[in-house]
């Protein structure tokens, strides 16, 4: 087993960020099925949850909290939704794209890198504004309701603030003519970012820390302390935060479940359906932000 720690202390970052978005590279790239991708995802998921029982960050976040059926709805509902606009995304581009701006005569993986910059860029200020308007809070509030950080519940969101992010994201990539085959890699390499970010698995990241917002920045931005969290909005990089100044990592004690959640509603509801209509409800709230 010790070997397996050491494999998977320094060896499940690069395999997860740079192995499982190759071989999706490699499906998009060549034509082949796109029934590859879902299986994929599957297998990346089940990988986070062997991984995260042999090395984890914190024991206690590898049980379930009452929320096991809940963090499955939600990423079924907000997967699907997700590879569902790709059926309308060259409908979307064929209307509004700026013609002859998308440097479609590079290599492809180049095309999918400047489709993640530009991507987390419009995420980063959706996010960024959901800890500042109140009625984006009451969506967002929905994620950071977690008690715990594993790598499934990075696809936790309420599905109206999935499709706020997504539009922020991609409104910037149809102007520039963002390619189908291009937008099927991006979204493949956002599930499986997110699967990384909230992993607790406990992987070596090291000064890549500065550049990638990984589970060891983005544990910061889940303290229900409204001013602690307030940081690292990032999804891919920690680029956009750096310039914003709102990028955030010193050495300190392992988290633990009581620093997570929401601080101002502590008795934020769990399952899945009460967090859909959550958000509907009048009734007095925190300030937009608290539990950031």
């Keep these: 087993m010790k070997w397996a720690r050491i494999a998977l202390r320094f060896g499940y970052l690069p395999l997860v960020l740079i192995g499982w978005n190759a071989l999706a590279l490699l499906v998009v790239e060549r034509g082949a099925s796109k ?21 984890p960050y914190e024991v206690d976040w590898n049980r379930a909290h009452g929320d096991t059926l809940r963090d499955t709805l939600h990423a079924a509902v907000n997967e699907v ?16 794209a700026i013609e002859g701006v998308w440097p479609s005569q ?3 993986i180049v095309e999918v890198l400047l489709s993640i910059l530009v991507l987390d860029l419009g995420i980063t200020l959706a996010h960024l504004a959901s800890h500042r308007v109140q009625l984006l809070w009451r969506f967002h509030a929905v ?17 109206l603030h999935q499709a706020i992010e997504t539009v922020s994201g991609t409104a910037p990539l149809i102007l520039l003519g963002l390619p189908t085959d291009v937008a099927t890699a991006l979204v493949f390499a ?39 969290g307030d940081v690292n909005f990032g999804l891919f990089t920690t680029l956009w935060d750096q310039l914003l100044g709102t990028f ?15 601080g101002a ?15 509907f409800r009048t009734r007095e709230r925190g300030n937009a932000g608290v539990g950031a």
């Design 81 to 96: 939704a997700n590879f569902s606009t790709l059926l309308l995304l060259p409908i979307f581009t064929s209307l509004l």
């Design 265 to 279: 509603e502590p008795d934020y509801p769990v399952d899945y359906w009460h967090q859909l209509v959550e958000p």
């Design 35 to 55: 029934a590859w991708l879902p299986a994929l995802l599957v297998l990346a998921i089940g990988l986070s949850f062997i991984a995260e029982r042999i090395l």
């Design 106 to 108: 590079s290599p492809f």
């Design 190 to 228: 956002v599930a499986v970012q997110l699967l990384l970010q909230h992993s607790n698995v406990d992987y070596w990241v090291g000064p890549l820390r500065y550049a990638l917002a990984v589970n060891e920045v983005h544990r910061f931005h889940h303290q229900k302390d409204a001013e602690l």
């Design 143 to 159: 994620h950071h309701s977690v008690k715990r950080m594993y790598g499934f519940n990075g696809l936790m969101k309420h599905p």
């Design 248 to 262: 955030h990592f010193e050495e300190r004690e392992p988290f633990v479940s009581d620093e997570l959640g929401i």
